[in-house]
């Protein structure tokens, strides 16, 4: 890595790796938005078989994520960065010969695969052009990037598929997939770490081959905070469908990111300076607030009210989370770190989105959010108990 690169945060590499994400987090959330009216549109198919080629993507990505730390490490992170990164471009462009609800069903299973070990790999590569007196801050920018493909791939897809077609979605689609592709053959990725290969090679695999346990703790703190999440990611549309107020849900996210980009330096100073419990403590009140404003939601004004708390709350959260994770283990085993995180939170997000599900059915939208509220106020309780002393002892704020 250069010296360059070690003094100063916004370094040319690390530019490259925010741009690769944001199109790649774009790209993910744009099909996610349209993928069920192109099902039912196009492909003749039903409300069930969308779910189920959106639950597809989801399987696969989750049953390979506690691999990618192994996959990772066996073959080095330049080719696994680049070469998933090569097979994600591969499927987006498959989408265009797509026919019927098999070869799309097929298609959204494999995609989801590479999916799961580029988001993987995204997270170390990044990391390694972010000076070590500032990791908070720059994790905190990259994780931003994916929350703007939140907003960004929506709006963008909606406005598309309104004047043209699918077909001219789905080629712009594998336009940002390819240009992020582009970025990552420019990043020079470091592979000068320590490698134990040769003496692992021909032992069998064992739990430490899947499981980071030093991020466990917090891998579980991020898995409820997605559980509570799920509400919004999920059902934010549904309810202001059942309060009459679609029209505003594109203005939500607008107002959740700009929330999240107000405040993204001084909490990204905050953490380096003064340790994550400074920031992680009052984002947990904002994101418990923010969920107790939605589910009095009446009109548009409440709406944009609870987006900025949500905006500010959990947008803080999950990159310090995530910080957290790979401060907490050696180089060589961030991998395995980001692994073990993201699939704890990958299985917050698919159980909390059934589970919500069945909370509305059964108590309705506004109780659903409340006791997502007392969730989120159960996990800084949780946070301060198994997350704070074991990253005390080893950081001093």
Request: proline share 3%.
């Amino acid at each position: 890595m250069s010296t360059l690169a070690e003094e100063r945060l916004w370094n040319r590499s690390f530019i490259l790796c925010i741009f690769n994400n944001l199109f790649l987090f774009t790209y993910y959330f744009a099909l996610l938005a349209v993928l069920p009216i192109y099902i039912m549109k196009d492909l003749g198919g039903s409300v069930e078989q969308a779910g189920l080629a959106l639950t597809l993507f989801l399987v696969s990505s989750i049953a390979i994520r506690p691999f990618s730390g192994l996959i990772i490490q066996k073959i080095g992170k330049k080719l696994s960065f680049r070469g998933s990164d090569f097979f994600f471009v591969f499927f987006a462009l498959s989408y265009l010969w797509i026919d019927s609800m098999w070869s799309l069903l097929f298609v959204r299973f494999l995609h989801g695969i590479w999916f799961s070990i580029l988001t993987t790999v995204n997270v170390p590569v990044a990391n390694d052009f972010i000076p070590e007196n500032r990791k908070g801050e720059g994790m905190g920018y990259y994780v931003m990037s994916t929350n703007l493909g939140l907003v960004f791939g929506p709006l963008m897809a909606l406005l598309v598929i309104q004047y043209t077609s699918f077909t001219v979605l789905f080629i712009i689609l594998s336009i940002l997939a390819g240009l992020g592709f582009i970025f990552c053959l420019c990043i020079q990725v470091d592979e000068s770490e320590p490698k134990l290969i040769e003496k692992q090679i021909r032992k069998k695999i064992n739990i430490q081959d899947i499981v980071e346990t030093k991020v466990i703790a917090v891998g579980l703190v991020a898995m409820l905070t997605a559980f509570s999440y799920s509400s919004i990611l999920s059902f934010i549309t549904a309810y202001s469908e059942f309060k009459h107020l679609l029209a505003y849900v594109s203005i939500f996210f607008t107002v959740f990111a700009c929330s999240m980009i107000v405040v993204r330096p001084f909490v990204g100073r905050m953490y380096d300076r003064k340790g994550p419990s400074s920031v992680i403590y009052p984002s947990f009140i904002f994101f418990a607030v923010g969920l107790i404003i939605v589910s009095f939601l009446t009109n548009q004004w409440v709406m944009w009210a609870s987006a900025v708390f949500i905006g500010i709350g959990y947008g803080s959260l999950f990159p310090c989370l995530q910080t957290i994770a790979i401060q907490s283990v050696s180089r060589e085993r961030m991998g395995h770190a980001v692994s073990t995180f993201f699939t704890l939170f990958d299985l917050g997000l698919a159980v909390g989105s059934i589970i919500m599900g069945l909370c509305i059915a059964w108590f309705g939208f506004q109780s659903t959010y409340i006791f997502c509220a007392a969730i989120v106020i159960f996990t800084l309780f949780t946070y301060k108990k198994m997350v704070v002393p074991t990253f005390k002892q080893k950081h001093k704020y």
